[in-house]
């Protein structure tokens, strides 16, 4: 045994007796067992043989080459334990399934690569190789989570069979693809995985009928999959897809990152398709910062039967399919959102939202040369297709030909238009026809802005259209008339209405039980435009408190009957407007009125519809004559009463229908 160097004696020989000592390997009680051994040993084995006590704390380095044929599985039971660094230095082929361990590391060198036959080798430890095929042959490849920072595509091939060998060998790591190239299949991702596309070109093959990616199980569903990057090629008319481009199919918690996919071609099989993205019958994806142009016949987005589904942020431009179709459509997914998207140039709706407590937030929708279209479409005239209690909130809207935001289904109730700005052309032929229409129950729609439309808001009555609340919106410049109430029970309450050719505000025949109150219409331009401020076409309506000043020809005109008309300001009534006016017949109702002017000179002969005990006073603006008739209109000195304009008659009604005549005015 070497001596061992004395502390604090040897003086002047400590350091070659040190020298010595290390020179022999020895176990761990010091003793070298009698089996003298030189460093170069250490470093340098002989086939087979590898250091293992002493020096094992220190990484060894050694090739294939050095072990009998060079054969993998020979090496790694030589190595044992030890920490090794293992150099592929040659071609090597391998038949069974193999463990490499934490402690061995493999560097494939330029001249190296694996042909693995058969079985499953694994990877515990570090992996290094160059850009470049390095692994052949049928087996498999499995990387431990850890092992290295990521898998790259090419070390299998720079094929899409590589890229699928990959995300197998992968498991949880990443899986980068470095090259552009034209995809001959479809890339098949799993759960628990992750494929980074980068800034790689991934271009559609014409013959190949599948998405150019999916999740790999479409039955069973996958979980946990994040794609981020890449830019998908379509060949828009002339190549036919499957579903979509990229297709998520009952995929839970994934994401898709800044993935782009442009001219996306025509569907094949059935109409739940999609020209770019489709994620179906999927809960909890992400589509986030992503990009689809030029989808060729259906959507560049298409979310169906899903829920909780996210898109934020990227551009979805010039879908240029049949008209119904959108950029982006929401269709069955309830708690999904669309936010911060940029939606330019739709065949159809720039987003179709159709799905139960949603978002629609922040996006920008921009029509053009192609654009049949609408802007934000929430609901459906299908009965599944329900938009209930979903808000679009914060939108802007530009330049669409038919609609900017359309609210609409017989099932959808409790949508929330707020704080949208929306924007027509001059362009009268292809110009926006509305800003906003609702034909569904009890929407609020509260501070838009609206401008340069046809006309700007607009309720409709069908068997649905009701109680909707209109607060506090702008509207200006429409070429027609600026709100439009076609059904009952809305309110419409501090809205402004400016420089419209038609009405500010116009109640149609068959909207009955309305609440307008507080709001503003006039025009303020020159010359002025806007002909009438209110226009009221229809029964039973409380009309309070509006200022009606500055319109062309009528502040307020009244066309129907037991409206309460109470404290508007208007400075234009050409035709009166602020009291109810009576039917120009010979016998007309006067069913709950306490005030009305004439309706014209035509003989009046009875006034029917009153109750016992009601009060009329009849004001003329008129030339007519009231007919005196004993037991109907009982008038004072048995005499008729020629009215002339300015003079009134106030009448009471008692027992049997007859009218008794109180006072008069001539």
């Known amino acids: 045994m070497a001596d061992v160097p004395v502390v604090g004696g040897d003086k002047n020989t400590w350091g070659s007796k040190l020298n010595t000592f290390l020179a022999v390997a020895h176990d761990v009680s010091g003793s070298n067992g009698g089996k003298a051994r030189s460093v170069d040993t250490l470093y340098n084995p002989s086939p087979g043989t590898v250091q293992t006590d002493v020096q094992s704390k220190i990484r060894k380095t050694v090739h294939i080459s050095d072990f009998a044929d060079d054969n993998i599985g020979t090496a790694i039971t030589a190595i044992s334990t030890t920490l090794t660094t293992l150099y592929i230095d040659k071609p090597i082929t391998y038949s069974s399934s193999l463990v490499i361990p934490s402690t061995v590391d493999i560097v494939i060198l330029a001249a190296g690569s694996m042909d693995i036959t058969s079985g499953t080798i694994t990877i515990n430890g570090g992996f290094f190789a160059g850009y470049r095929q390095v692994f052949y042959g049928n087996g498999s490849i499995s990387f431990s989570y850890g092992s290295v920072d990521e898998v790259y595509h090419i070390w299998f091939g720079h094929t899409v069979a590589g890229i699928n060998k990959a995300l197998v060998s992968a498991g949880r790591t990443t899986v980068r693809v470095i090259k552009s190239m034209t995809l001959e299949s479809c890339i098949l991702i799993g759960s628990n995985q992750t494929l980074d596309l980068g800034n790689v070109i991934l271009t559609a093959n014409a013959s190949v009928s599948d998405p150019m990616i999916r999740n790999i199980d479409i039955s069973a569903g996958n979980s946990n999959i994040l794609i981020k990057g890449g830019f998908f090629e379509g060949l828009g008319a002339t190549q036919t897809v499957s579903k979509a481009v990229i297709h998520f199919k009952k995929v839970t918690d994934g994401v898709l990152f800044m993935v782009k996919v442009n001219n996306s071609g025509s569907y094949i099989g059935d109409a739940d398709s999609a020209g770019g993205i489709f994620v179906e019958d999927s809960a909890r994806v992400k589509v986030l910062n992503c990009t689809s142009n030029n989808s060729y016949n259906y959507c560049g987005l298409y979310v169906l039967n899903s829920s909780h589904v996210d898109i934020d942020g990227g551009d979805y431009i010039n879908d240029t399919g049949v008209y119904g179709n959108s950029n982006i459509a929401v269709n069955t997914s309830p708690y999904s959102s669309v936010t911060r998207t940029r939606v330019i140039n739709s065949a159809g709706s720039h987003i179709s939202f159709n799905s139960k407590n949603g978002r629609v937030l922040g996006n920008l929708c921009i029509g053009g040369a192609q654009s049949l279209g609408f802007g934000i479409t929430t609901g459906h005239d299908s009965s599944i297709y329900s938009a209930d209690n979903t808000i679009v909130e914060g939108n802007s809207v530009f330049n669409m030909k038919k609609y900017g935001i359309l609210c609409q289904g017989d099932t959808t109730n409790k949508v929330v238009i707020s704080t949208n700005n929306i924007v027509g052309t001059d362009n009268i032929a292809n110009g ?204 004072s000195g048995g005499l008729n009463f020629d009215m002339v304009d300015g003079s009134s008659i106030t009448l009471r009604r008692i027992a049997n229908g007859v009218w008794r005549e109180v006072s008069r005015l001539y």
């Open 432 to 635: 926006s026809e509305y800003g906003i229409y609702v034909s569904s129950d009890n929407a609020s729609l509260i501070g838009n802005n609206i401008e340069n439309v046809w006309r700007g808001m607009y309720v409709i009555s069908t068997t649905v259209g009701k109680g909707s609340v209109f607060n506090n919106n702008s509207v200006d410049l429409c070429r027609d008339i600026g709100v439009v109430l076609s059904s009952e029970r809305n309110t419409l309450i501090g809205n402004k209405v400016t420089n419209s050719t038609g009405a500010g505000i116009y109640v149609g025949a068959s909207s009955h039980y309305n609440i307008i109150t507080e709001n503003s219409c006039y025009s303020n331009t020159s010359p002025k435009t806007q002909t009438k401020g209110i226009d009221i076409n229809s029964n039973n309506n409380i009309v309070k408190n509006n200022m009606l000043v500055g319109n062309l020809t009528n502040g307020f005109t009244n066309n129907a009957y037991n409206n309460i008309i109470e404290d508007n300001l208007t400075d234009t009534n050409t035709n009166i407007g602020v009291i109810d006016i009576l039917d120009n017949t010979g016998t007309p109702s006067v069913l709950n009125l306490e005030l009305a002017y004439t309706g014209g000179t035509t003989l009046i002969t009875n006034l029917i519809n009153g109750t016992v005990g009601q009060v009329l006073t009849i004001l003329s603006v008129h030339i007519v004559t009231l007919k005196h008739t004993a037991g109907i209109l009982h008038l």
